[in-house]
């Protein structure tokens, strides 16, 4: 089917998410959480290696990081992530929410941090905030 | 043993299961023991390494565990898959990174591990005696029993 540029222009594209997790149940429930806010489509990885890997393939609007995983920890994922791609958007979610932690991640490049456990309307105004800082900067970088 | 960490494991991890499984989660009385009292069918270990070291356990019975994580998934679950046992790894983790998260915020520095979940009868055989604080954590869905080990690194 053959769309005309208006009609694309009017499409709206959806946000697309990766959720990188050790916890297949943290995974399962931030997963249900993202399908439950309208156009959004969410991957996931389940460690630091796998997560570098799918966002160099997927490039997702929104990254959601566990900092605790067996591996490549996540404050560490984060920054690797960052270096190739310095505008990518990463919330952290952990439960290791100490002053330090939270200092460090967001120095690594994370734009928001979320104490676990995390509930739907937090995470759907960490999205909204994160999304509409990349929105300005975008912006100024067009000005 | 670190009294005042114990206290604050043993208050974070009441406070998270109240927001996690429902207000009426309750802890009755707290006890010192000379070695874990840890023997039921499901049981969630995390390690605590750095400036203080331990270790906490979680134990309980499996249809404890299977309705707890039954209660996080918001759909009940028919056994003791893969799912549950990631919830009870969850649910501890979240307990003790927050109660980490306090201490390390007074200034000692812990690190813990991710948690392993261990499912079977007797399983494990304790060699050592670790003075051993038990706090058992009364759900709706059963007993959770909650075992504190921490001392400073001499």
């Known amino acids: 089917m053959h769309l005309s540029e208006e009609e694309l222009s009017m499409a709206k594209a959806p946000v697309t998410c990766l959720i990188v997790d050790d916890s297949a149940f943290m995974r399962f429930h931030l997963k249900r959480m993202m399908e439950s806010f309208e156009n959004v489509i969410a991957s996931e990885a389940a460690n630091g290696t796998e997560a570098i890997r799918e966002y160099g393939r997927l490039k997702p609007d929104i990254v959601l990081m566990d900092i605790v995983m067996p591996g490549l920890e996540g404050v560490e994922t984060v920054k690797r992530i960052c270096n190739e791609d310095p505008a990518a958007r990463v919330i952290m979610i952990s439960s290791l929410s100490y002053k330090e932690k939270v200092a460090e991640a967001i120095s690594a490049g994370a734009k928001c941090f979320l104490p676990k456990p995390v509930t739907t309307e937090e995470l759907r105004k960490a999205i909204e905030k994160v999304l509409s800082i990349a929105t300005e900067s975008r912006v100024g970088e067009l000005v | ?154």
């Not at chain 2, 605590?48 to 299977?66: K, N, P, S």
């Not at chain 2, 990631?86 to 109660?99: D, N």
């Not at chain 2, 399983?123 to 709706?140: G, M, R």
């Open chain 2, 1 to 154: 043993m670190r009294l005042d960490f114990v206290k604050i494991f043993v208050d974070s991890t009441a406070l998270m299961f109240r927001e996690l499984i429902g207000p009426t989660v309750d802890v009755p009385s707290i006890a010192m023991k000379p070695s874990p009292v840890a023997s039921r069918e499901v049981m969630a270990i995390i390690s605590l390494a750095g400036e203080a070291q331990g270790r906490v356990i979680f134990d309980m019975d499996l249809f404890t565990a299977v309705q707890l994580a039954g209660h996080m998934l918001g759909e009940p679950s028919p056994g003791m898959t893969p799912l549950v046992r990631s919830s009870i790894a969850e649910l501890a983790s979240m307990a003790i990174g927050r109660a980490i998260s306090r201490i390390n915020d007074c200034g000692t520095l812990i690190k813990m591990t991710p948690p392993t979940v261990i499912t079977g009868a007797n399983l494990i055989s304790y060699d050592q005696c670790f003075e051993t604080l038990v706090a058992p954590i009364a759900t709706a869905y059963g007993e959770v029993r909650v075992n504190i080990t921490i001392q400073d690194l001499d």
